[in-house]
């Protein structure tokens, strides 16, 4: 079956902005979660985050890291690459080292990074490591990213997370125009001499908008792609102070082409640091009733804070999983966040 992997959606709704916009406080972002299709290593989350007010130089991360709790960890700025692509289209976002191409909308999608990245350990970053503070080591990587699902766009699935993106303080930690892709990749991935060529899945982001965090408080995001085809995703916020419900959306996809909406009813909160295997088992429900997804965390980084926010802003673990739904198996990622509170060693 052909599966519609724009969503209906226009082409230029995958471009990014050609020029600075009017808007200091505009941002456009691009965003991607690759797993190893033997667990044997994880990039959880690459960015490039280019806003307004400072637009000839767009901020970047980027996450390495491995199941022996080894991480590469980058964090700065860059000088802005030309968002036209060799079509003449706006299709780059890029900054220094680190460039996003979309090759053909909402279907393939390049991303390739060569520069530098501290090495340290899940467990430096657990007792407080910055993220990109240490021993700096060259890294490389090149990422084919071909899509295989529709487009997930946040709010399209559900009226009550609708509303909630369009008058609540959620409007503002979602960032604006967002949707996922659920990918698969092939890609090469070189730390000084050693390199790793590999095969697995990925999640891509992208958004456009203004995005205000302050006062966040925490939230609970699994994504994973199926060698059958399947696959899931959600994002969801934990209840407010006084109890009443945040938003909560997801997906289900049987590989038909549609987006099955689905919301969570048992979410893996970051109540405990772990570096490994942490059970992230989740539970969904859609319109035919619960599925269960077993989870078990293989590789992560944390940052136990943001020195730009205030103190008690919440730790935040980007990791990546191995999950099993009804026999298969594949890996994906994970990000949570809680304040610190709420969570035990």
Known sequence: MTIDLTGGLDDSRDHVFPSRPENPEMRDAVNMWVSDDRGALGIPRFAVEALASKWDSHDLSVNVAFPNGRVLSMRGSGPTIPANGPEGSPTVLGAGPLT????????????????????????????????????????????????????????????AAAGLLKTGVEKGFMGGDRFEQLFRTK??????????????????????????IEGFWGHCWQSALFPSGRGFGYIAYPPRSDGSASYNEGYIFEGDGQLIPARVIDAPWLRKLQAAEQDVTVV?????????????????TFAMGRPEMPPDFPVLQQAGARYRWNGEETYGMLERSSPKDKISR
Not at 146 to 153: D, G, K, Q, R
Not at 187 to 208: A, C, T, Y
Not at 286 to 300: C, D, H, L, R, Y
């Open 100 to 159: 996003f191409q979309c090759v053909e909308p909402f279907r393939e999608w390049i991303a390739s990074f060569k520069g530098q990245a501290a090495e340290m350990t899940t467990a430096d970053q657990m007792n407080g490591a910055l993220p990109g503070k240490g021993p700096m080591v060259d890294v490389e990587f090149e990422i084919k990213a071909t899509m295989a699902t529709p487009p997930w766009i946040q709010g399209q699935l559900s009226t």
């Open 187 to 212: 890609g090469m991935l070189r730390i000084g001499s050693e390199v790793h060529n590999f095969s697995g899945s990925g999640l891509r982001i992208k958004r456009q908008g203004i995005r205000k």
């Open 284 to 300: 969904l429900e859609t319109n035919q009733g619960k599925v269960a997804i077993e989870g078990e965390t293989v590789v992560s």
